[in-house]
């Protein structure tokens, strides 16, 4: 049986006082086990204070993750903004070096009406311009983790995601299963049978490591033809968390869910709360 680790994708709401750090000592206060740090609008945080919360969450147990700004295109028509884009990306893996914190969660790009193979060549250069830089300035530790995006004019969908763990390496670039996003843009989820599809498409991918320490996304989700529109509770059952529970129980998974429904803490303690049930029943 793996263990799960649940956290909020941000500062919990109810957190008393403000910060990282303190959104930290809630986290664990109210018994969650993990915590992604969101640099979604840019990466405003100095050495000194990432240190010093990533102590905290050492202290505490708490496991963190990042998650890089929106304005990322690793496919960029531009040359210049897919420099832009290694530059916030590596600067997002310096703070997550100085946390402690790992993976980086990148929404990888945009298609912009290309071809998907043409786009392909473009974020295979630009991530490898990532771990180069990376290098570089001497960050370890830390892996990027490519997001399977909810619109399906982004780049990254769930083969999409795999290819690029299997070019780079699980020790280097992981998937990042966003399941409302999947369930908005590639197929309705309803059913366990349905979850061990993907689990199982990671698993033919990347092997069973795609399974011992996993990274994803979770929440309840609104889409349209396009794809994603909003986050939605974990109440709103679109898709039910049940079936992944049980999907993850059957294939032995371990890894970390991140809620990203407006409800960030109290949907990730449902959700751990419905995973403890289905992991002893
Ligand atoms: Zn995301």
Same mark, same amino acid.
């Given at each position: ?23 930290? +000592?809630? !986290? ?15 990466? %405003? ?13 050492? *202290? ?59 786009? *392909? ?35 990254? %969908? ?45 698993? *033919? ?7 011992? %320490?996993?990274? !994803? ?42 809620? +990203? ?21």
């Amino acid at each position: 049986m793996g263990e799960i680790r649940f956290g909020p994708a941000g500062i919990p709401i109810d957190t008393p006082g403000e910060g990282t750090a303190a959104g930290i +000592e809630y !986290c664990r206060q109210i018994g969650l086990t993990a915590m992604e740090v969101e640099f979604v609008h840019g990466v %405003n945080m100095k050495e000194e204070k990432a240190r010093a919360a990533g102590e905290v969450a050492k *202290k505490n147990s708490i496991k963190l993750s990042c998650h890089a700004p929106y304005y990322i295109n690793c496919c960029a028509k531009e040359r210049q903004k897919m420099h832009m884009s290694v530059s916030y990306i590596v600067s997002t893996a310096q703070a997550a070096f100085w946390l402690g914190a790992s993976p980086i969660v990148i929404h990888t790009g945009f298609y912009m009406q290309r071809p998907a193979a043409e786009c *392909k060549k473009l974020v295979y250069e630009t991530y490898k311009m990532c771990f180069d830089e990376m290098e570089k300035r001497k960050i370890s530790g830390v892996v990027l983790g490519a997001e399977l995006t909810g619109k399906k004019s982004a780049y990254g %969908n769930l083969d999409e995601i795999i290819d690029l763990a299997s070019h780079f390496g699980l020790k280097n670039l992981m998937p990042v299963i966003d399941y409302a996003h999947y369930h908005a843009r590639e197929g309705r989820l309803g059913t366990k049978e349905d979850y061990l599809k993907i689990l199982e498409r990671m698993e *033919k991918g990347l092997g069973s490591e795609a399974g011992k %320490n996993f990274h !994803c996304h979770f929440s309840g989700i609104e889409f349209t033809e396009a794809g994603e529109r909003s986050h939605l509770p974990v109440s709103s059952g679109s898709p039910p968390f049940a079936p992944l529970a049980a999907a993850w129980k059957e294939n032995g998974w371990s890894g970390t869910v991140i809620c +990203e429904s407006p409800e960030i803490e109290r949907d990730a303690l449902l959700l751990q709360k419905e995973y403890a049930k289905v992991a002893k029943a």
